[in-house]
């Protein structure tokens, strides 16, 4: 069963940095495309980013276009977030996924695995 653990979240100010980890164990991570998702208090999961398994195809939604970046690094078998000029509503728990799929989805339903999500808080 494929193992993803999300780390690098926190509490920092509006306009701040953070960047996400998310580290794949037992699979084959070159195998995945592998996407960022976050859900808010009462409110549905919400796509963030996707990226394809060899690193050539990244999605975003208009509203982190320009201020977050998706990445990987095969060689330790982890995903990134890095997250600029953050805002009040990029609050949320951050989760990372993995999906067998051959696209690029922007479903949650389109993901196999998931990880147990990385709280970030972002002050005004």
């Known amino acids: 069963q494929v193992q993803l653990v999300e780390s690098g979240g926190g509490l920092v100010q509006a306009g701040g940095s953070l960047r996400l980890s998310c580290a794949v164990s037992?699979?084959?991570?070159?195998?995945?495309?592998m996407g960022w998702f976050r859900q808010a208090p009462g409110k549905e999961r919400e796509f963030v980013a996707v990226?394809?398994?060899?690193?050539?195809?990244?999605d975003y939604p208009d509203f982190v276009k320009g201020r977050f970046t998706i990445s990987r690094d095969s060689a330790k078998n982890t995903m990134y977030l890095q997250m600029n000029s953050l805002k009040p509503e990029d609050t949320g728990l951050y989760y990372c996924?993995?999906?067998?799929?051959?696209?690029?989805?922007?479903?949650?339903?389109?993901?196999?695995?998931w990880g147990q999500g990385t709280q970030v808080t972002v002050s005004s």
């Open positions: 996924a993995a999906t067998a799929g051959l696209g690029l989805y922007r479903r949650a339903n389109g993901y196999n695995y």
């Open positions: 037992r699979g084959t991570f070159s195998t995945y495309a």
């Open positions: 990226i394809s398994r060899t690193s050539t195809l990244t």
